[in-house]
């Protein structure tokens, strides 16, 4: 029995073949906050960002960052402080229990994949 939903909606509006909600970036973002804040399933206050869905098994309500598909350590501020925006080709975030499987307990509070052009 698999707990993943086989059609979900981009930003777009339009119906995405694969379970994940994402976004593309437009030329001229102001930040990478104002791109999260687009993607269906994130919340942005401040400079907290939490993707709804999965639980916290640990105290911190921060998702896991991914950029291009690999771990990023540094966090949210980490991100706001190295990436520019104009570098953002898409966000993408994975939350179904297959999707969060890949990256084990990290990904207890959702996973947030940057994708670099």
């Not at 939490?50 to 921060?62: A, Q």
């Amino acid at each position: 029995m698999s707990c993943t939903s086989s059609r979900l909606r981009t930003v777009s509006g339009e119906v995405d073949p694969v379970p994940m909600r994402s976004m593309t970036a437009n030329k001229g973002e102001v930040s990478i906050l104002d791109m999260l804040q687009r993607v269906a399933g994130i919340t942005v206050r401040g400079n907290v960002v939490r993707v709804f869905g999965p639980n916290s098994f640990s105290n911190t309500t921060e998702p896991l960052f991914l950029i291009d598909g690999v771990a990023y350590s540094g966090g949210l501020s980490g991100i706001l402080s190295s990436i520019n925006p104009e570098n953002v080709k898409s966000i993408e975030v994975f939350k179904t229990p297959a999707e969060l499987g890949l990256y084990g307990a990290r990904a207890a509070n959702g996973v947030i994949n940057i994708i670099l052009k």
